[in-house]
């Protein structure tokens, strides 16, 4: 296993088109994290999984967001209807969690522009 | 409002002198605190981390130092080499529920000159 993988790399579409991007965590990770990525700003915090359970998705930025990740494996965030303002990188992580000490795995995001 | 403030965008430095990344915060809850590096194109990757219980942690060239009376960490890195030209995030978290999601500054730009 070399790590989170993210697909497609890059993405552009057309305002209003829906988008699906997939994230492959580290497999004997249990926690999977969705995060956007503006220019000049850290990462923002949209949602993550324990297994198959979003345990957090208040965050996502409008019902337009949804995350799923069936059979707690893989996870795929979809943003329907895009927006220019939906331009961003967006990175998924992965972690394995022992407690409070634990650090975050990034995948190399897939970079969406809305045109 | 950020929690989480990495004030200076950039640094620059010579190779083999001191890099010193600062990161403040403002969220008293927070009491576990990492630092990523990200190069272009790529993820963050994690570097390393601290708990509030201690006030300094040490991997190699890099050393965290936390001072939680000024809600302040830092970042040394020595020697600086220019491979460690990157961005470098600050990150806290907070036991809120036991989640710890991570909360990012805005990144410092670190630049070390041969």
């Known amino acids: 296993d070399t790590g989170v993988s993210q697909n497609p790399r890059h993405k552009i579409t057309k305002r209003g088109q829906n988008v699906t991007f997939r994230c492959d965590p580290i497999?004997?990770?249990?926690?999977l994290y969705w995060y956007r990525q503006t220019l000049g700003q850290g990462p923002e915090f949209l949602t993550y999984?324990?297994?198959?359970?979003?345990?957090?998705k208040s965050r996502l930025l409008s019902d337009r967001f949804s995350a799923e990740r069936p059979k707690g494996s893989f996870s795929t965030l979809e943003i329907q209807r895009t927006e220019q303002g939906d331009s961003a990188m967006y990175l998924c992580?992965?972690?394995?969690?022992?407690?409070?000490?634990?650090?975050?795995?990034f995948g190399p995001g897939t970079r969406l522009t809305v045109t | 409002d950020q929690q989480v403030k990495q004030n200076s965008p950039s640094l620059s430095v010579q190779e083999g002198r001191i890099s010193i990344l600062n990161c403040d915060y403002t969220?008293?809850?927070?009491?576990?605190f990492l630092w990523y590096k990200k190069y272009p194109a790529e993820g963050p990757t994690f570097l390393i981390s601290?708990?509030?219980?201690?006030d300094k942690n040490e991997d190699g060239r890099f050393t965290v130092f936390l001072n939680k009376s000024a809600k302040h960490l830092s970042l040394h890195i020595v020697p600086s080499q220019p491979g460690d030209s990157a961005v470098y995030f600050c990150?806290?978290?907070?036991?809120?529920?036991?989640?710890?999601?991570?909360?990012f500054g805005r990144g410092t730009s670190l630049i070390v000159h041969p």
């Open positions: 992580a992965s972690s394995l969690v022992r407690g409070p000490s634990y650090e975050q795995y």
């Open positions: 990150a806290a978290s907070g036991g809120s529920g036991g989640s710890y999601i991570p909360t």
């Open positions: 601290i708990s509030s219980i201690k």
């Open positions: 497999s004997e990770h249990n926690r």
């Open positions: 969220n008293s809850m927070f009491d576990y």
């Open positions: 999984f324990q297994n198959e359970a979003q345990l957090e």
